[in-house]
Nanobody
Framework: QVQLVESGGGLMQAGGSLRLSCAAS????????MGWFRQAPGKEREFVAV????????YYADSVKGRFTISRNNAKNTVYLQMNSLKPEDTAVYYC?????????????????WGQGTQVTVSS
């Protein structure tokens, strides 16, 4: 059983930056591909970014490509999401998720474990 705890959310003005962290425990972190998702009020949870087990492969949603960077530190059992040039439409609860195995996926149903989420609010 893997436990995931996100941190780093907050209130930021448009154009600013935030870095989210997700600390994992209870499993072999390097066995999991890690993803970030987000959910805005009244909307479905959507894919943001994913990173492979080794960190050698990353993939982003078009809406964040070039602004967000996903990374991981397997020695610290932590995955990060660096968010730059924030926009009001980035406002959402951000979740990290873990998927066991080598294949990276972008849909919520493919992930085995989820964190509780951290709120990111971007003001205009």
């Amino acid at each position: 059983q893997v436990q995931l705890v996100e941190s780093g959310g907050g209130l930021m003005q448009a154009g600013g930056s935030l870095r989210l962290s997700c600390a994992a425990s209870g499993g072999t972190f390097s066995s999991y591909a890690m993803g970030w998702f987000r959910q805005a009020p009244g909307k479905e949870r959507e894919f943001v970014a994913v990173i492979s087990r080794s960190g050698g492969y990353t993939y982003y949603a078009d809406s964040v490509k070039g602004r967000f960077t996903i990374s991981r530190n397997n020695a610290k059992n932590t995955v990060y999401l660096q968010m730059n040039s924030l926009k009001p439409e980035d406002t959402a609860v951000y979740y990290c998720a873990a998927r066991e195995g080598i294949v990276v996926r972008t849909t919520t149903r493919d992930y085995d474990y989820w964190g509780q989420g951290t709120q990111v609010t971007v003001s205009s």
